[in-house]
């Protein structure tokens, strides 16, 4: 039989990734704040458990996706946490984007209570997340990532092994690095083609598949077009995101001109109502002009 799989944060990625889990045949206990959101889940199969303490008790592999770090540290560490209740031998994996010192730091306080814990965070969105494509960064204990892996190849296609704890976290923030800059790219190349007078939507059956391609070209830059600006990747999660990156680059004295920039049009977006919106809303800034 199986194990017992918890899920803990159900949003616009973790339903999904917990319905794959549910359906690859994995028994399955959920917990979210908000019960509606696990309404879906329940119909399906899954056990809710009231409390993350009463997850943690049922459970041998524990999953966390939710939003920041402040609520990892909560949900890991707290009074009445996982690392509290969760069995010896139990498996924990968090795949909140969160600071790498943290993902250190459950790493210890897991192994001091014979308890794997790893680092997984994912990228590719509400459209990854759904179609089970995910791109799956992991660390800890390669043991542990190998035993974990079944279960990753559920969620996930791109499932790579990074390194000691704290290294799916860094990972991420590359990650992160990298779409930042990007996304400036993607709204300056929509609002150059239409003050030129071209059709953006015929610009980007050219631009896509060449070398200007990226995941954030092909996927969000539709849905600009489009005018929908609904979440699959919430603007307030990507700045923080970008205040982790920034941090670490700070403390490892790396140069992130691009990060900074994108950070602060971010900010700059968030402060305008749009922090509940997805990221392709950056492209608002340009709507204007």
């Known amino acids: 039989m199986k194990p017992t799989v918890g899920f803990i944060g159900l949003g616009v990625m973790g339903n999904s990734m917990a319905n794959h889990i549910l359906k690859a045949g994995y028994p399955l206990t959920v917990y979210t704040r908000t019960k509606e959101k696990a309404e879906e889940l329940l119909k399906v199969g899954a056990r809710w458990k009231d409390s993350v303490n009463e997850l943690s008790k049922a459970s041998d592999i524990i999953i966390t996706m939710i939003g920041y770090p402040k609520d990892v540290e909560e949900v890991y560490l707290g009074q009445n946490g996982i690392l509290q209740a969760a069995k010896p031998n139990t498996y924990v994996i968090d795949m909140t984007t969160s600071q ?26 509400d459209i990854g997340a759904r179609e089970a494509r995910l791109a799956i960064m992991v660390g800890g204990d390669k043991a542990a990532f190998e035993t974990c892996l079944p279960l990753f190849e559920v969620m996930g296609k791109n499932i790579v092994y990074q390194g000691e704890a704290g290294s799916g976290q860094h990972t991420k ?11 400036i790219g993607v709204c300056e190349a929509i609002a ?14 050219s631009i896509s598949t060449g070398a200007a391609g990226s995941w954030s070209l092909s996927n969000l830059a539709p849905r600009m077009l489009a005018d929908d600006f ?5 603007v307030k999660h990507f700045i923080k995101d970008m205040g982790i990156a920034l941090e670490e680059s700070n403390n490892m004295n790396v140069n992130t001109p691009g990060l900074e920039l994108a950070h602060t049009l971010y900010e700059q977006l968030a402060k305008s109502g749009e922090e509940n919106s997805g990221t392709q809303a950056l492209l608002k800034l340009w709507k204007n002009e």
């Open 173 to 183: 923030m590359c990650n992160q690095i990298a779409i930042a800059s990007g996304m």
């Open 192 to 205: 150059y083609a239409k003050k030129s007078g071209l059709d953006a939507t015929n610009v980007l059956k």
């Open 100 to 125: 790498p010192t943290l993902a250190k730091k459950i790493y210890e306080q897991a192994r001091e209570r014979k308890v794997y814990s790893l680092d997984a965070p994912v990228s590719g969105g």
């Open 230 to 234: 609904e979440p699959g990747f919430f």
